[in-house]
């Protein structure tokens, strides 16, 4: 599956308030807080990192390989990503076929990870050793509403990967 992700990242010091406004706005919780692992994996000469791709195997409650590339076009007030996603049987089968395939594991993260849904976005809380952010995920517009109905200020966002 291809899609066009387009998404900002909000730093978010009070998570259990966020939750709140988020109910409070309407969100509907999709996947209660769920554990992640994260792989991500690169060329041995890191040109993935350089060329701003993303290789990604994740267990959660499925088994997932993620190829993101950027666009043609360059946004500055979104992340925007072209995504391609399949979901695998075996985690670590899936591992030992992209290193067998010559890809290096570049960095492993895990994180909790709560999703909602509101208007045509998925709204997720994360929680990473490094802090909690609040991605929003869709059309422009519905992320634009979002974080005005939030209280939050578009310019305080995020448009870069963990």
């Known amino acids: 599956m291809r899609h066009e992700e387009i998404e900002v990242k909000f730093l978010i010091e009070d998570l259990p308030a966020m939750r709140q406004r988020l109910v409070a706005l309407g969100a509907l919780l999709s996947t209660p807080r769920t554990y992640e692992e994260n792989l991500l994996f690169?060329?041995?000469d890191a040109q993935f990192r350089r060329q701003?791709?993303?290789?990604?195997?994740?267990?959660?409650?499925r088994n997932r390989i993620t190829y993101k590339e950027p666009p043609t076009q360059h946004d500055v007030d979104f992340k925007i990503m072209q995504e391609y996603e399949v979901e695998v049987s075996d985690f670590d089968?899936?591992?030992?076929i992209l290193t067998k395939l010559g890809f290096a594991l570049a960095l492993r993260f895990e994180k909790y990870r709560e999703t909602f849904t509101y208007q045509e976005a998925e709204i997720v809380l994360d929680e990473v050793p490094f802090g909690t952010f609040m991605e929003i995920e869709g059309p422009q517009e519905d992320?634009?509403?979002?974080?005005?109905?939030?209280?939050?200020a578009f310019d305080t966002r995020l448009v870069s990967s963990y």
């Open 42 to 44: 690169d060329t041995p």
């Open 93 to 96: 089968q899936a591992h030992a």
């Open 143 to 152: 992320i634009r509403t979002i974080v005005t109905a939030l209280g939050l």
């Open 52 to 61: 701003g791709r993303l290789l990604r195997l994740r267990r959660d409650r």
